[in-house]
């Protein structure tokens, strides 16, 4: 488990692909010290076991199950991905609740500056419509971001100073590939409801219809 709350980048050193499987190195930017083996590390939001590790680096390998659904595949030597260890029991939960599985690849669809922010648009599956939600929460990369606002198949989020800081989002250009997961108490909470035969669905109560009833 994991809290969408990115200590810092990593850099990819070593990229190992065999029948649509891949195994990868990744060297810390930040002390991150003691990593042992089969412990749990989000890499841009994908949970990855450990299967080697030495001083700030480790190894890991990744599935097709695991490329198909991420933009882990598409990574080269060099490129920069965002690091957080699994959350210890008694630490604070200052993101959201995040697995590390990845529901879909999404992407930036437009920047613009808000005041020392980035506001950001992304485009996603229309399918997680009903699982995003204006003021909830959305795991972009493996960070943990507020929903401006959304739509049907779109959300907006504010990149603050501090996140573009530390993580790789401030490299996020348009059309740019995005992991994201999305709430999970929103995903169980909308399995609970199917043996009822209640569908997850966008409300119907939306600023207009507020704004129209005298809200």
């Not at 971001?145 to 739509?151: A, I, K, P, W």
């Not at 530390?166 to 043996?195: C, F, H």
Request: hydrophobic share 40%; proline share 4%; net charge negative.
């Amino acid at each position: 488990m994991f809290t969408g709350l990115v200590a810092g980048m990593g850099i990819v050193t070593r990229l190992a692909k065999n029948g649509g499987q891949m195994r990868l190195s990744v060297r810390a930017l930040f002390p991150m010290p003691d990593i042992v083996l089969g412990e749990s590390i989000a890499v841009s939001g994908v949970c990855l076991t450990v299967e080697s590790s030495e001083e700030n680096a480790f190894g890991a390998y990744a599935s097709a199950e695991t490329l198909s659904t991420t933009t882990l595949g598409t990574l080269g030597l060099g490129a920069r991905v965002n690091l957080e260890r699994a959350l210890a029991v008694g630490d604070r939960l200052g993101g959201h609740l995040v697995s590390g599985h990845v529901d879909c690849i999404v992407r930036v669809e437009g920047l613009v500056p808000d005041g020392e922010s980035m506001r950001h648009t992304i485009a996603f599956p229309r399918e997680f419509g009903p699982l995003v939600v204006a003021k909830g929460s959305v795991c972009l990369d493996g960070v943990s971001l507020t929903v401006n606002q959304c739509g049907p198949d779109w959300l907006t989020v504010n990149i603050i100073p501090g996140t573009q800081a530390q993580t790789t989002l401030s490299s996020w250009t348009r059309g740019r590939a995005v992991n994201m997961e999305t709430d999970l108490i929103g995903k169980y909470a909308a399995r609970m409801m199917e043996p009822y035969g209640v569908a997850a669905r966008p409300s119907a109560i939306t600023e207009d219809f507020l704004r129209e009833h005298g809200f």
